[in-house]
């Protein structure tokens, strides 16, 4: 079993890799090297970064900028680094001011820059490698909703309801908790406004009404097989034929996510 280490930023680390990323962090802290963190977008390298050194953070796309700030700043962190136009002009920049790197990147980067400029490289895997951080990011995200929200009644939100998305690492995931809170917090007015927007930029044609009747039917059905569990008793409870609801479960087989 892999203990906990503490963090007093928001770095979260309950995985193996998190863990693993975040001792080495805490030992950038006490050494002054340049370090390389990788990894995909929003598996958390610039909250890495920002917990190794405080310092400002420039984007390698903006070229005169990071050169301009080299000039004036000891330590800096430096995102997309795979973007740099000149390594040998920043490599000259560095050496003349003295300036540490704190430096991320989502591509891969030649062995030979990356020991042109780092001592170390962490790589921090996706989150659907990291399952033990996802319930910790979920609920940080969660009070990031609340508080945006100003929820007084956040008791009854339930973190059951959220469907993780990790297709996106964190940006995917944060955008699942989010809407998750918004639908709780939705009554009938809302849905059937936010429903009546929806169709309105659908409407045109001449089969509307056919072709838009899966936006009901869908969610229905799904909701009758969550709550009820077989054919037999939605086609009871929801008063339908059950060749008619057959008929439909086919139809709609490719929207409908049922084992």
């Known amino acids: 079993m892999v203990a906990d280490v503490v963090d007093h930023t928001n770095y979260i680390a309950k995985s193996r890799a998190s863990i693993e990323a975040l001792k080495s962090a805490n030992l950038l802290k006490s050494v002054s090297i340049n370090a390389l963190i990788l990894g995909e977008r929003g598996v958390g390298k610039l909250t890495l970064a920002q917990h190794i050194v405080n310092a400002p953070v420039v984007d390698a796309r903006a070229f005169n900028d990071l050169l301009a700030l080299i000039e004036t700043h000891s330590v800096l962190i430096v995102k997309n680094f795979h973007e740099i136009t000149n390594y040998k002009k920043l490599k000259i920049a560095l050496d003349v001011y003295k300036t540490r790197l704190i430096a991320t990147s989502n591509m891969d980067i030649s062995d030979s820059i990356v020991d042109m400029f780092f001592s170390l490289k962490i790589v921090l895997p996706p989150l ?3 399952k033990e951080d996802v319930t910790p990011l979920v609920e940080k995200f969660t009070a990031e909703a609340r508080c945006m929200f100003d929820d007084t009644e956040h008791d009854t939100f339930s973190l059951s309801i959220i469907a993780p998305d990790l297709s996106k690492n964190a940006y995917s995931l944060r955008r699942s908790v989010y809407n998750a809170y918004l639908m ?8 059937l406004t ?7 930029n659908k409407i045109g044609g001449r089969n509307d009404y056919r072709d838009l009747l899966y936006l009901f039917d869908v969610p229905m059905i799904q909701s009758g097989y969550v709550k009820f569990g077989s054919q037999l008793a ?3 409870r929801f008063g339908l034929n ?5 008929k439909k479960i086919n139809d709609y087989k490719d929207r409908l996510k049922i084992d």
């Open 234 to 236: 939605i086609s009871e």
């Open 194 to 200: 936010m429903m009546q927007n929806f169709i309105s």
């Open 184 to 191: 709780h917090s939705f009554g009938e007015d809302e849905v």
């Open 128 to 130: 659907r490698e990291r």
């Open 242 to 246: 059950r060749n008619t609801l057959r």
